[in-house]
């Protein structure tokens, strides 16, 4: 028997980080109503003391006591057990460079409060939908010179260096480096990198491919910008 959306999600656990109680308990209820197991966390020491790789996704506050939502998504996407783990900011900061921040270090999505707990709900079914769907390449691994990619593995290496980077840097490298020499408008980048139904701005195409050119290196060069067209990996 083929098993609904639903049934498939009660096998997913979210951690749910904010120092207001009262916010974090509605948003358990809920998310446990539409059959999520749901743990949370009052701080993001709190949550550095839990064993983090069991979680599917984080929704995580940005302004909380000590330490940052932004601190805690940071030590996160740099450690390698949990680098993986989609993080949604949830916050009451309603600016882009908050929101760019946030995406810079690989926060999957990005929900201003005051929010609908119907918008929580439809934004974590689309990232979790969205990671649970591997890079469709054709194939396992893609190699260009000094950079290695395998796409089963879900790395990437450099000169024999492995090089760490959020999901969507990773799928905008794989994307380019599978269609070389194709040039992909935003809007293209933006459909096929983040879900439709999450709303992103096109500055953010800009951010990972300035973050990915970096850590490319001697290669960053290779990913060639046409003005008023968009980005191509050319070798």
């Not at 749910?16 to 948003?27: K, M, R």
Request: charged share 30%; proline share 3%; hydrophobic share 40%.
């Amino acid at each position: 028997m083929q098993k609904t959306e639903t049934q498939m999600e009660q096998k997913q656990r979210i951690l749910v980080v904010d120092d207001e109680e009262t916010l974090c308990e509605a948003l358990r209820f809920n998310l446990e109503e539409e059959g999520y197991s749901v743990d949370v966390a009052f701080s993001a020491e709190e949550a550095l003391a839990l064993n983090l790789t069991d979680y599917s996704l984080i929704l995580l506050d940005i302004m909380m006591e000590e330490m940052s939502g932004t601190t805690l998504a940071s030590i996160l996407k740099k450690r390698q057990d949990t680098s993986r783990i989609p993080i949604i900011f949830c916050t009451a900061k309603d600016n882009e460079d908050d929101m760019v921040n946030g995406l810079n270090i690989g926060v999957d999505d990005y929900i201003t409060k005051p929010y609908s707990i119907r918008n929580v709900i439809a934004r974590i079914r689309a990232v979790l939908r969205r990671c649970s769907q591997p890079v469709s390449t054709g194939q396992s691994d893609i190699i260009y010179k000094g950079i290695h990619i395998s796409t089963i593995e879900k790395n990437c290496s450099i000169d024999g260096k492995d090089i760490r980077m959020p999901r969507k840097e990773f799928e905008l490298l794989v994307l380019m480096l599978s269609n070389p020499g194709r040039v992909f408008s935003r809007e293209e980048l933006l459909k096929k990198i983040w879900p439709e139904e999450v709303v992103v701005l096109d500055r953010v195409i800009d951010v990972n491919i300035t973050r990915l050119r970096s850590k490319l290196g001697v290669y960053g060069k290779n990913i060639v910008t046409r003005s008023g067209y968009g980005y191509g990996f050319f070798k």
